[in-house]
């Protein structure tokens, strides 16, 4: 067939168009080739798809099955070289797709390790949930009695006791006592002689100017100097850390059991005793 075509007369500027005859006789030979080629190839087409239906309709379970047979049945098996070819691609993806995984891992890793570093700098807004938190956050943010006292108050006496049921460190007993005999200090015991506190007690409610007690610490109230003894008394190991509280902190407990005995708070002396 190609030596047919190719003593038929050409027509030196044929190109492949609707007509296979120009105007001066000649054929198109590039015309006739094109369609000559297509008829091939959908002749070729058509006994390949033919051949595979027939063998697909044996050994096919489901008919997607059979249609992915017959979508396949012009592609051309591999041959062994072409096997290990692909074999050794598909180990070069493994390992390409391990080496990811791990650069992925080790960049979340990294990625925690920095947020682990991060240390925030703002102070506290809810309390504390459990121990190792309200440690935390002592060390991080309470450097100043009033610090201790306003993250104190985030929980206040009844979530602290809660979270020190079980134990409580005699330190932070120690502290904590010291925070609420100075906010009992600040407060406004003398009609007006009240101190101001520094630092952020002015600027946290405004109006901390001299003789005027700060708004944190104003609210302090002998129920509220009560429910902070009473609580501690509570926490686990209180019997054992009570002996450990150095001589400022026995004398900041005398002077609280005090304030309460001159409000008239009741269950003091039985407080009291528990102090001892």
Known sequence: MS???SSLPVNPSSTPSSSAVSS???LNVALLAKEVKQGLQE???YKAVDTMKKKAIHTSQTYEEFKNFVACAEQKPLDRGEMESLKETKGSWTQQKTRHALNLKKSKRSSKKEKRGVVSKKFPVVGPKTGMEFDRDWRRHC???ERRWRYLNLAGPGALGGIWKTEVDAGIMGKVLETVKWAWDQRDVKGGEGRSVEGEGKGAGG???EGTASPVVATVTPSVVSDYLHMLTGCGRF???VNFLDDKQVKVVKELI??????GIEGTEG???KWK
């Open 3 to 5: 030596d047919f075509l």
């Open 24 to 26: 001066t006789g000649a």
């Open 43 to 45: 002749e070729k087409t």
């Open 143 to 145: 450097d100043t009695e």
């Open 207 to 209: 109006g901390g100017g």
């Open 239 to 241: 019997s054992l850390n």
């Open 258 to 263: 005090q304030v309460l005995k001159d409000e």
């Open 271 to 273: 407080l009291e005793e």
